[in-house]
């Protein structure tokens, strides 16, 4: 059974920055794309930013493109997410989870986590 533990969220201004990880186990974490995802208050739940299992390829929704870095450290079984000038429409609750692609939009897996909460003041 695959456990996703997100990390790093906080309150911060617009303009700043944060640093988001999800740990990965029970899985063999390296054999897997990963991806991040979001959900505002009232909105259904979005993709963020995806990688492939090497960490080489990525993809990044527009609405966070120039801004927003994924990567992931297989010996550590972690994927991060870099967010900087961070805008208050970026407040929402940060998952990660498996994707089937690169390109993919949603999640493959239902392993969804607490997620982390991100809010970023105006």
């Known amino acids: 059974q695959l456990q996703l533990v997100e990390s790093g969220g906080g309150l911060v201004q617009a303009g700043g920055s944060l640093r988001l990880s999800c740990a990965a186990s029970?899985?063999?974490?390296?054999?897997?794309?990963m991806g991040w995802f979001r959900q505002a208050p009232g909105k259904e739940r979005q993709f963020v930013a995806t990688?492939?299992?090497?960490?080489?390829?990525?993809s990044y929704a527009d609405s966070v493109k120039g801004r927003f870095t994924i990567s992931r450290d297989n010996a550590k079984n972690t994927v991060y997410l870099q967010m900087n000038d961070l805008k208050p429409e970026d407040t929402a609750v940060y998952y990660c989870n498996l994707v089937s692609s690169v390109g993919a939009t949603m999640a493959s897996g239902n392993y969804w986590g607490q997620g982390t909460q991100v809010t970023v003041s105006s």
């Open positions: 029970g899985r063999t974490f390296r054999g897997y794309h």
């Open positions: 990688i492939d299992r090497s960490g080489v390829i990525t």
